[in-house]
């Protein structure tokens, strides 16, 4: 049972006249206390980059590549936070369609049964302003193991494999694969 459907047998409202909410504003109050939580967690996830960011400039004079790219993902995840706190529907309850990689989702190419990717961050080509999309590239397992490296994956990649996602399935991080 999820902590809504809890909440909501808890907060009685069939209790006719006693009733002191009923079903609607339970949701509602429900609704608001969810979307305070993401944009806290928000602001939180940014609040905690940047305390990194500004330590890793302190000792090193600047942010290396790997940094940016972080500072990157954050953003993009807080954002996505905050889109979904303002009532947007998550991965698992939008539209599976897709035309491009989204952050914070996981992927499963289904004309090459082993790729998997991760997307991180969105970017785009400082020469060609191509789209890519960010993320770890993961191969076929090897002895229990699943090879990975960071890669960035642009339109062609994505028409190719017929990527589908995976980031709500059920998976295990053990062979190092979303």
Not at 124 to 151: C, Q, S
Not at 162 to 169: F, G, H, I, K, L
Request: glycine residues 6%; aromatic residues 8%.
């Amino acid at each position: 049972m999820s902590a809504r459907k809890l909440l909501q047998l808890m907060i009685r409202t069939d209790r006719g006249s006693m009733t002191v909410w009923s079903k609607s504003e339970v949701a509602s109050a429900l609704d608001a206390y969810r979307a305070e939580v993401l944009r806290e967690s928000a602001d939180e996830i940014e609040r905690q980059q940047a305390i990194e960011e500004a330590e890793e400039r302190d000792r090193f004079g600047f942010l290396d590549h790997e940094s940016e790219i972080c500072r990157g993902a954050v953003r993009d995840k807080a954002e996505w936070l905050r889109r979904l706190a303002d009532g947007e529907k998550s991965s698992r309850e939008a539209d599976a369609t897709s035309d491009f990689f989204h952050p914070g989702r996981a992927y499963a190419a289904r004309r090459h049964a082993d790729l998997r990717f991760e997307c991180l961050a969105l970017s785009a080509g400082p020469d060609t302003g191509e789209r890519k999309a960010i993320g770890w590239r993961y191969g076929p397992p090897h002895n229990g193991v699943r090879p990975h490296r960071l890669a960035a994956l642009g339109a062609d990649d994505w028409a190719c494999c017929d990527w589908t996602e995976t980031t709500n399935s059920a998976t295990t991080r053990k062979d190092g694969a979303p």
